[in-house]
C-alpha cells in the first residue's frame, strides 16, 4: 500500500470519527471523546491549563513527537478541517477544465502575524480569535450547525415515510442557533471554500495558527522532503499537486514549515528527484544565521511567552465586562462566567451532543472575550435533571467533569418569581405549571382562599430552567438568573408524613 492511499484511508477514518463524535448517539460521542479530543492541539493546550489530566498530556507529546520525527502529518490526517479542504480540494478537481494547477503560496508576514495575535489574545485570557481559527472548533461548528440539521431534516422526512406502514419514531430536533452565529460561520466556511478550490491548503499555511505553531516544529523534523536538483526535469508537475505550496523549483528547495505531509509530490515525479528521507545534515559555516531560523527562534520564544504568561493569574489581565446587565447561564460544571469564558473554544460538541438542546450558541451574551460560546437558552428548553453529558465531552475543560449527583446539587442560576405578571397572583386563578415541573421541589404553593400560590424556596433551586419554559404567560412570570459562581443548593427531604391510629370504639369488632 502507497503512503497516499494510507495517509488517504487513516484521514477517512478519523474524519468520520470526528462527524459521529459530533452527530453520533450519545454512548458514541462520550467514546470517541475520550481518544479524539485529546489529539487536537489547541483545545488540549487549553486543557492542560484549565484542569490538567494526564490523557491530555499524552496526546500533547504524541502530537509534539510525530511532528518533530515525521513533520506537519498531523495537519493531514488529524485535523477535521484539514480533510474537509482535501475532500474540497479533490472535488474541485473533478469540475476543473485544467488539468492541473500550482497553488498559491502563503505570506510568511501574515501567517506569523495570525500566530502572535493569537498568543497575545490567549496571554490576555481572550480566546474568541483562538477559537474563531482553531481548526477543531470551527469544523466543530460546522457540524453542528449545518450538517446536523440536514441530517435530522432527512431522519424527520423518514419518519413521515414509515406512517403509513404503521411504523411510529420520534422526531428530533437540533438546537436554536442565532442568525448573527450562522453568518459568521457561514462566513468563515465561504472563506475556506474558496480558498481550497482556488488556493489549495492556503487557510493552514496563513491563517491556522495551529499550522503556524506546528510548521515552526517541524522545521526540526528527523524525516524531511529533499528535492535532488541534478535530477529533476523542471516538468513542475510536484508543484502542480503540491496543496501547501511548498516547493519552488527556482530555488530547489522545499519549505517543510508549509509542508503538510500528503505526499501527492511523490508520484507526481517521474525522476524521482522528491525523496522522503532523514533530514540530511549541513556543513555549518559559521555564517547560517537565515530569516528561517530567526523566525524559529522569534515564534518559539513567543509561544512560550503567551503559555506562561496564560497561566499567570489572570487578575493581572483586563477583564471586558459581559455584553449584558443579565448575564446569561453557564452550563453545570463551568464553576464561574469568568472561568467559562477564558476556557471555551466554541466548538459547540456540548450544543450537539445536548439531550434537550437547551445549549445555545451565543454571540456576544459574553462580550467580545466569549463571541460564539454557548449559553443555556431557557426560552427554547430546559437543563435535563438526569443530564451530564456536556461535562463528559467537553475537550478544554470549560465544562468540567461532574457526577450526576453533584450536578443535581449545581446551583447554576437562581428562579426569580414575577408576582405582577404571574396569572395566579393578577387574576387569582390556579396554574401550577412551574410547579409540576420543578426537579428539585424548589417551588410550593400555599394556599390562600382555594388559589395555590407559588413560592421559590431559593435554598432547593439549581436554576434548570423547566419552570421559565413552562410557564404559560408571555413574557415568562418566573425567569432565572445567572449565578456569577455556581453554588450548592440544599437537598430536598421529603417530610415525614405521621400516621396516627387510633383505638376502635369496640375491642370485639371483627373488622
Known amino acids: 500500500m502507497s503512503l497516499i492511499r494510507f495517509r488517504k484511508i487513516i484521514s477517512i477514518i478519523i474524519f468520520v470519527s470526528f462527524v459521529l463524535l459530533f452527530l453520533g448517539p450519545d454512548i458514541v460521542s462520550t467514546f470517541l471523546s475520550g481518544f479524539l479530543l485529546p489529539l487536537q492541539l489547541l483545545p488540549a493546550i487549553v486543557r492542560i491549563i484549565t484542569r490538567p489530566e494526564a490523557l491530555f498530556i499524552a496526546g500533547i507529546i504524541f502530537v509534539i513527537l510525530i511532528t518533530l520525527i515525521f513533520g506537519r502529518v498531523y495537519c493531514s490526517f488529524l485535523c477535521p478541517l484539514g480533510t474537509l479542504q482535501d475532500l474540497l480540494i479533490a472535488e474541485s478537481k473533478k469540475f476543473s477544465r485544467r488539468p492541473g494547477h500550482s497553488f498559491s503560496r502563503p505570506q510568511n508576514g501574515l501567517r506569523y502575524t495570525f500566530l502572535v495575535l493569537t498568543v497575545m489574545a490567549l496571554s490576555a485570557g481572550f480566546l474568541s480569535l483562538a477559537g474563531l481559527l482553531d481548526p477543531y472548533s470551527f469544523a466543530g461548528r460546522i457540524f453542528t450547525y449545518f450538517l ?33 452565529v450562522l453568518a459568521v460561520t457561514a462566513g468563515f466556511f465561504l472563506l475556506i471554500l474558496y480558498l481550497a478550490v482556488t488556493r489549495g491548503r492556503l487557510y493552514c499555511n496563513t491563517v491556522c495558527p495551529v499550522g503556524t505553531l506546528l510548521g515552526l516544529l517541524s522545521r526540526a523534523s528527523w524525516m524531511h522532503f529533499t528535492l535532488d536538483q541534478k535530477a529533476c526535469s523542471g516538468c513542475v508537475q510536484c508543484e502542480k499537486v503540491c496543496k501547501a505550496g511548498c516547493i519552488d523549483l527556482q530555488t530547489a528547495s522545499l519549505d517543510m514549515s508549509r509542508c503538510i505531509g500528503c505526499f501527492n509530490c511523490v508520484p507526481a515525479c517521474s525522476k524521482g528527484a522528491i525523496r522522503y528521507q532523514l533530514k540530511p545534515r549541513k556543513i555549518d559555516t559559521g555564517n547560517s544565521w537565515m530569516p528561517a531560523r530567526r523566525r524559529f527562534i522569534i515564534g518559539g520564544i513567543a509561544a512560550a511567552a503567551g503559555l506562561l504568561a496564560y497561566t499567570a493569574d489572570i487578575r493581572l489581565f483586563p477583564q471586558v465586562p459581559a455584553a449584558s446587565a443579565n448575564p446569561p447561564v453557564t452550563p453545570p460544571g463551568s464553576i464561574s462566567a469568568a472561568r467559562y469564558t477564558r476556557a471555551c473554544t466554541a466548538c459547540s460538541l456540548c450544543v450537539s451532543v445536548c439531550p434537550t438542546q437547551v445549549l445555545t450558541p451565543s454571540f456576544a451574551d459574553f462580550g467580545i472575550a466569549g463571541l460564539m460560546q454557548p449559553k443555556m437558552n431557557y426560552e427554547k428548553s430546559f437543563c435535563d435533571y438526569e443530564c451530564n453529558l456536556c461535562s463528559k465531552v467537553c475537550p478544554t475543560g470549560a465544562i468540567g467533569p461532574l457526577g450526576l449527583d453533584e450536578k443535581k446539587l449545581t446551583q447554576i442560576g437562581e428562579a426569580e418569581l414575577l408576582q405582577d405578571i404571574c396569572v395566579v397572583y393578577v387574576d387569582h386563578q390556579n396554574c401550577g405549571a412551574c410547579g409540576e415541573v420543578c426537579p428539585t421541589h424548589a417551588i410550593r404553593f400555599v394556599e390562600k382562599q382555594n388559589v395555590l400560590y407559588p413560592e421559590i424556596d431559593k435554598q432547593y433551586c439549581i436554576g434548570c430552567g423547566a419552570c421559565q419554559l413552562a410557564c404559560p404567560t408571555s413574557p415568562r412570570s418566573i425567569v432565572v438568573h445567572a449565578k456569577p459562581v455556581h453554588q450548592k443548593a440544599e437537598k430536598y427531604v421529603e417530610p415525614a408524613v405521621t400516621i396516627q391510629q387510633t383505638k376502635p370504639a369496640n375491642r370485639d369488632f371483627p373488622f
Open 148 to 180: 446536523q440539521p440536514l441530517i435530522v431534516w432527512i431522519y424527520n422526512l423518514a419518519i413521515l415515510a414509515l406512517k403509513p406502514f404503521d411504523i411510529y419514531l420520534y422526531p428530533k430536533q437540533t438546537a436554536f442557533v442565532p442568525l448573527s
